[in-house]
């Protein structure tokens, strides 16, 4: 599959560390003592990719039927890409409609729990007529994923959540929302934890060879530096790759694809059926603690 060019930049951290295995968590001091109890356990699904075909509804039910039954999050974070693709040219209209519908009906057995998501840059249909047709661009999005902005935050029993729109030039917060994001993290209590949520990494390893990485990341840096008492966790998407990078006391996670290989069986390049080079289809669990300490375990799906 391709994708569209997108701006490269290169790690933050020299010392950044990249996992291929699966069911890593946190650092090692951050890891937590038997007993010890999460104060909210999350799922975040990224780069679901849901389209018709290759039998994606019922493999991707399965997958949250799995996490529900087995893991019993509080809530989910969804890392965008949500549907398969309505960003190319060549994209009409009953294609995203579709889309869109096969996503309602896949999450309808999510109807009792909260899913807050980000846009992806596969999500907006830019070929609409006009700028002026309903489905055009992210506010299209935003109704579609129920989430109250293209940009947003909220709280949950003492985690404050920031979720983020990276698309726009060479993949950065536009100033409105950089501003906002200031200020969002200069009103929050002294040591509240944050999890902020991108669609498009902020720091990662994989983005030497794949995939693309927000353009702001060192502006991004100095300001999560200035709030190193609050900012604890960076989550995304977007490679369908897994790693995992450690810098200036935050954590960031690249926590690889729910589709895999878009669903399907992959190429050459692919270490395995499925598989998006060497990182297997899967979704993420992360259990947050009081102290702001975290774990995220990244739990391979049979697909």
Known sequence: MKRRNLIKALPLATMALAFGEIGYAASPEKVQKPGKKPVLTIAHITDVHIRKGDNAPERFKKCLKEIVSIHKPDFFLNGGDTIHDASYDN?????VTEQWAVWDECTTMLSSYEVHSCIGNHDTWWAAPSKEDQMYGKDYVVKRLKIPKRYYSFSKKGWHFIVLDGNNK???LDPE?????????????????????SHYPILTVTNTWEGG?????????????????????????HQHLLDRAWYNGIEYYCNGAMSGFWWGKGDAKSAKAYYYQETPP?????????????????????L
């Open 177 to 197: 929302q950089f501003k906002w994001l200031e200020k969002e993290l200069e009103e929050l209590p002294q040591n509240t934890p944050v999890l902020l949520m």
């Open 91 to 95: 994209v009409v209209r009953e294609q």
């Open 170 to 172: 060479n993949i950065t």
């Open 282 to 302: 899967g979704y993420a669990i992360l259990k947050l603690y009081e102290d702001g300490s975290l774990e995220n375990t990244y739990i391979q799906t049979t």
């Open 213 to 237: 990485q927000h353009g702001d990341h060192k502006e991004l840096k100095q300001l999560f530096y200035k709030h190193k008492d609050k900012v604890k966790v960076c989550l995304s998407g």
